[in-house]
Structure formats: C-alpha cells, structure tokens
C-alpha cells in the first residue's frame, strides 16, 4: 500500500482527491465529537466509545447501540441493533470489492474501512486508479477524523450540553447527497435505483424502527443493471463509459 501511494502517478491522483474529501473528514469529525460526547454524558466511561469507534468503526450503527445501553437494553442486543443498521455495508463491499486492491492484508484493512463515504467517493471516479486511490484516501482520512473527533468528545462529556440542538444529525446526510449527484446526473440505472430505494424509505419510515428504512432502500438495486443504456454495446459500454468519463 505504501508503495502504491508513492508512484509519482498515484501521488499527483491523491493530492485533489485529499482536497476534495477534506470537507467529508470534517463532517466525520464533527459527527464523532457528538458520538463521544453523548457517549459519556450518558454514563458510559470513556474507554467505551473510544474502543468502539477504533475496533467496530460504524458510525450510525455505533449511535444505536449506545443509545440501547444508556436506555438499559444489554450488550447482545446493544450489538444486535448495531449489526442490523450495518448490514447495508455488505452491499457495499461488493460494489468495492475490486477497488481494494490485492492481497490478504488491504482486503482485510479495506473491509473496515467500507462506509457510506468511502464508497460513494470512490465510486464517483472515473477510472479504476482514481477509484482505489479515492477509496484509502477517503477511508483512512475517515478512520483518522472519525476516531480523533470521538476522543475530543469523550473527553469533553457533558460540557458540549445537548449536541441535537447543533443540527448534526444533517451533516453526512448532505454529504452524501453532494457526492452521489454526479452518479445521479450521468447513470440512468443509479437514478432508477435511488428513486426506487428513496419511495421504499419514505413509505417504510413511520411504521418500522430508526435505520430499518436504509436498509429498506436496498430493494432499489433490483432496479440497476436491468436492461441496457442507449448507444451502448453488451460488451463495450463498460469501457466507453470510462474512456467519455476521463
């Protein structure tokens, strides 16, 4: 991996991408500063949310299970909770499956490092070297962000008062947005998939439990991929895509 990042090629591909995710890793930052703060303004001790954010490192599945255990609810169902919210990352790691690049080791490190960001980020490149470069920039910017802002909040407890009241909750949400419109504005299959799965999240919302509507939204793959796009060859449209994309 240390060799990959330090081809002159790859160095020049990496310096815009650490630009353009830079505002991601704040975000990330900023979420994490919540996460440990309600962490331990809810009783748990530091060591908690700290030793979850580096070992499980899942974001929105780490906010449910904590908030099971402040409510009372046990360990196991603590972890079941958050097992559920992650199962989305399953279909995650099949879109970057060969991005990781080779090997035992950057399988195994990417694996924990697949988030909603990462993927989106790297799937948003045009070609196959921008996309694993953007998938361990982004990634490991992440891991660092996220875990660094869960310190800062764990340490400071109950002192950041009421972190809802600062609007957090809204900021990987329009992230997101902001890096999937390029997929939207280009890929037919990616617009009907996501219509698909935003009407099945809306519909499912009032009547199942926080995070279930995500994993709902999934039915929208169903959508992608069936049938082919105008002016497009079965075996050439893959390879005119990337070539009218660079």
Not at 47 to 68: D, I, R, T
Not at 94 to 101: K, N, T
Not at 173 to 197: E, H, K, N, Q, W
Request: hydrophobic share 55%.
């Amino acid at each position: 991996m240390r060799s990959l990042l330090r081809t002159p090629l790859v160095s020049d591909t990496a310096r815009p991408l650490v630009r353009d995710s830079s505002l991601v890793w704040l975000a990330c930052a900023v979420v994490g500063v919540s996460f440990g703060a309600v962490s331990v303004a809810g009783g748990l001790p530091v060591w908690v949310p700290v030793l979850m954010s580096v070992l499980v490192y899942a974001g929105s599945a780490q906010f449910s299970a904590v908030g099971v255990l402040i409510a009372g609810g046990g360990p196991l169902a603590a972890a079941a909770t958050g097992l559920l919210l992650n199962t989305r990352t399953a279909a995650f790691s099949l879109a970057v499956a060969e991005i990781l690049g080779p090997g035992r080791a950057a399988r195994f490190l990417g694996a924990h490092l697949v988030t909603d960001e990462t993927v989106a980020f790297a799937l948003a490149q045009p070609d196959p070297l921008r996309r694993r470069v953007a998938f361990w920039v982004s990634g490991l910017g992440l891991f660092a962000a996220w875990n660094a802002g869960v310190l800062c909040g764990a340490f400071a407890g109950s002192a950041l008062g009421d972190t809802a009241t600062y609007g957090l909750d809204a900021a990987f949400p329009a992230v997101l947005v902001a890096l999937v419109l390029p997929a939207l504005r280009t890929d037919g299959g990616v617009r009907r998939s996501a219509l698909l799965g935003a009407v099945v999240a809306l519909a499912a919302t009032p009547f199942v439990p926080a995070g279930v509507p995500v994993l709902a939204a999934l039915g929208g793959l169903l959508l992608h991929g069936r049938g082919g796009r105008p002016g497009e060859k079965a075996d050439g449209g893959s390879a005119a895509r990337e070539e009218g994309a660079v």
